[in-house]
């Protein structure tokens, strides 16, 4: 679509490709929790296949507590920090042409 613009009208969109790649993370991300909940990841059940269901729910919220919250943690922690320098800053996106603001501005 922003080709077509771009030559038929001279009017390229400014933020397409912004809002295709944070849209694009976001279903991404939505999606990896939509299929964790449903319990329908692929997984390796070499390991668990032998187990009743009972173990293998206490093997998961094992594994939860141990590797995914403490990277969530990091990660969640690590964002934070970037997002309120980014703020304070009135960063502005690189990707995008026009560079369209990265976050609220003041006015």
């Known amino acids: 679509m922003d080709t ?3 030559y038929a009208f001279s009017r390229p969109t400014v933020w397409a490709f912004d809002i295709s790649y944070m849209l694009g993370g976001t279903i991404m991300l939505m999606g990896m929790a939509w299929v964790t909940i449903r ?3 692929v997984r390796v059940d070499i390991i668990c296949a032998r187990y009743s269901p009972k173990v293998k729910i206490l093997i ?3 594994l939860n507590v141990y590797l995914f919250f403490p990277l969530f943690i990091m990660l969640l922690r690590r964002a934070l920090t ?3 320098y980014s703020y304070t800053i009135q960063e502005f996106s690189e990707v ?3 560079g369209p ?3 609220p501005t003041d006015g």
């Open 101 to 103: 603001s990265s976050g």
């Open 4 to 6: 077509f613009l771009r």
């Open 60 to 62: 998961d919220a094992i």
């Open 96 to 98: 995008g042409s026009g």
């Open 82 to 84: 970037r997002v309120m």
């Open 39 to 41: 319990r329908q990841q």
